[in-house]
């Protein structure tokens, strides 16, 4: 796969912008761990292989264990491995991620709210939007996975 182009240097202001958004959800108040498996989770639905590998990775640094990681994407099978807060966040990232086959409905809403509440869930959907845009932008212009560079 070959880097199409270095968005970062050619719009640094908009890639500045995202970067600020980034900062908001890390200082919102939803644990670290949560929104990094949420961003895993929104880049497996993606098929993203730089944010993948990348988020595996902080999730490493962090100390998550391996069988967790190799049981994101079966979440919904993994029982008490995921908390009741990893469970909500992932079905609502596969809700708003899904926007066009889901037009995430009344069910998910109240499911997700009853968890999170007004304010988590706002931050959590910021979240979920932010790492939708990332995953375009990387696959767009097909950045290359830090895996792929060490091969």
């Known amino acids: 796969m070959t880097n199409r182009l270095d968005y970062n240097q050619i719009a640094p202001n908009g890639a500045k912008a995202l970067g600020g958004v980034y900062g908001y959800v890390m200082q919102s108040g939803l644990p670290g761990e949560l929104v990094d498996l949420v961003y895993l989770r929104v880049s497996q639905i993606n098929n993203c292989a730089y944010c993948l590998d990348m988020h595996t990775r902080e999730l490493v640094k962090r ?9 994101v994407q079966a979440w919904k099978e993994g029982g008490t491995l995921f908390s009741e807060a990893e ?12 926007v066009a086959e889901t037009s995430v409905p009344d069910s998910a809403y109240e499911a997700a709210l009853q968890v999170f509440g007004e304010k988590q869930l706002v ?23 830090q895996a792929v560079l060490e091969n």
Request: overall charge positive; glycine content about 4%.
């Open 123 to 145: 931050d959590l959907t910021i979240a979920i939007s932010l790492m939708n845009g990332y995953n375009r932008m990387a696959i767009s212009f097909r950045n290359t996975p």
């Open 63 to 71: 100390g998550v264990k391996i069988e967790k990681l190799a049981l």
């Open 87 to 98: 469970r909500a966040a992932f079905a609502w990232a596969e809700s708003v991620t899904l």
